[in-house]
Nanobody, 128 residues
Framework: QVQLVESGGGLVQAGGSLRLSCAAS????????MGWFRQAPGKEREFAAG????????YYADSVKGRFTISRDNARNTVYLQMNSLKPEDTAVYYC?????????????????????WGQGTQVTVSS
């Protein structure tokens, strides 16, 4: 069974930075497309960023483009989300997710239903 554990969340002032990490175990991490999603209070979970299995493709929601960077280290079974120029509207629980259907594909899915495994989430709070 694949397990995903997020870390790195916290409280930061607007304009600051955080780096989230998601460590995977129990599966073949290098074969998965990986995504970061977020869910703000009272809102639906939404796609933030994704990366293909070999990191050849990355994709971002318009709301984070130019501020967030997703990367992965397949040797460490870890995916990262570097978040810069944070805004109060970035406040949310951030989840990482794994899609095990995209091995050898450059496609980065954005839909929640495409992802097979999910972490428990890490809280990010941006104060104004």
């Amino acid at each position: 069974q694949v397990q995903l554990v997020e870390s790195g969340g916290g409280l930061v002032q607007a304009g600051g930075s955080l780096r989230l990490s998601c460590a995977a175990s129990g599966g073949t991490f290098s074969r998965y497309a990986m995504g970061w999603f977020r869910q703000a209070p009272g809102k639906e979970r939404e796609f933030a960023a994704g990366i293909s299995w070999r990191a050849s493709t990355t994709y971002y929601a318009d709301s984070v483009k130019g501020r967030f960077t997703i990367s992965r280290d397949n040797a460490r079974n870890t995916v990262y989300l570097q978040m810069n120029s944070l805004k109060p509207e970035d406040t949310a629980v951030y989840y990482c997710a794994a899609d095990n259907q995209r091995f050898l594909s450059t496609v980065v899915p954005t839909g929640i239903a495409n992802y097979d495994y999910w972490g428990q989430g890490t809280q990010v709070t941006v104060s104004s």
